[in-house]
């Protein structure tokens, strides 16, 4: 079973400027509710019961957030508001299945899951990208029961992409199909060129990877703009010999990451 799952939250968030320049992206409310409540929701609902968060000291406010109660305890003595009772409640529920840990140069994706290696207990984990939200079906979810499935296998979400934005994702080449909504990965390469790509099966930030990923991180060399990719690694496990499976998800994906995803996914949220 997967039970932890971990969160890279220490990136700078320049795609957002001028909102990230004192705050975290993570924080920004999509809707009335921060997005990194969406992320954590749909891990409480996939039976997620650790979630490990990678912060750095500019993005301490994450913690600050979760980590408020003698502020909340004031406040409620003073008023007797349901709705911040209610709050204080969901934000009480977070806190006890969040631990923090520290990336503090923002190095890449690897080096973030690195962080994490003497946290994590089991044979997979889960890994969820908060740029990415989901929606509608739970991603999560389903791909733990698609690893559930088939036992030793990492999984990958994946969605098509149009072919001249291939350069700005991590992209799949398949090796044959599970079934309708599944497919064996046979290689995944970082951000290629328009016309060295494999394919426009594109990486989604959420990911069923295997413990043994940190001995083959420790090496990892610094891969496309000086960073430590995960895909790197990824793709030196499938040299290796593991097995990893695309996952078409359901949902709805939305992209947070840049200003103007953020401003097109607040308003698709807040119709639903
Ligand atoms: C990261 C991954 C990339 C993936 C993308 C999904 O890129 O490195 O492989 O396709 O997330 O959002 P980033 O968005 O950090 O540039």
Redesign the pocket.
């Known amino acids: 079973m997967i039970k932890q799952a971990i969160i890279p939250l220490a990136?700078l968030g320049t795609r957002l400027l001028p909102l990230t320049s004192v705050f975290p992206k993570e924080l920004l409310p999509m809707n009335g509710k921060p997005g990194i409540e969406y992320i954590l929701d749909e891990c409480i609902e996939a039976g997620i019961k650790e979630v490990i968060c990678i912060i750095s000291t500019k993005k301490k406010l994450i913690k600050n957030y979760f980590f408020n109660d003698n502020f909340y305890k004031k406040i409620m003595k003073k008023k007797k508001d349901n709705r911040i009772i209610k709050e204080y409640k969901k934000i009480q529920k977070y806190k006890k299945m969040i631990r923090f840990v520290y990336q503090n140069k923002p190095l890449g994706?690897g080096d973030a899951v690195l962080k994490t290696k003497s946290y994590i207990k089991d044979k997979f984990f889960l890994m969820l990208?908060p740029?990415?939200l989901i929606i509608k079906k739970n991603c999560s979810k389903a791909m733990i029961s698609i690893h559930n499935r088939k036992k030793d296998c990492s999984v990958i979400a994946s969605m098509k992409v149009p072919k001249k934005t291939v350069n700005?994702?991590?992209?799949f080449l398949k090796e044959k199909n599970l079934d309708e909504e599944n497919f064996y990965i046979k290689d995944?390469i970082?951000?290629p060129e328009i016309d060295k790509a494999p394919s426009n099966n594109?990486?989604?930030?959420r990911y069923i990877l295997p413990k043994q990923i940190f001995r083959n991180l420790k090496y990892q060399k610094k891969g496309k703009g000086g960073e430590i990719?995960?895909?790197d690694t990824i793709r030196q496990l499938i040299i290796d010999g593991h097995k990893f499976i695309g996952h078409n998800f359901k949902g709805k994906y939305l992209?947070c990451?840049t200003m103007h995803g953020y401003i097109r996914s607040s308003k698709e949220i807040s119709r639903i």
Not at 168 to 171: C, F, N, S
Not at 202 to 205: C, L, P
Request: charged letters at 30%.
């Open positions: 990136g994706t990208l740029d990415d700005r994702w991590g992209i995944v970082e951000k594109a990486v989604i930030g990719h995960i895909t992209d990451g």
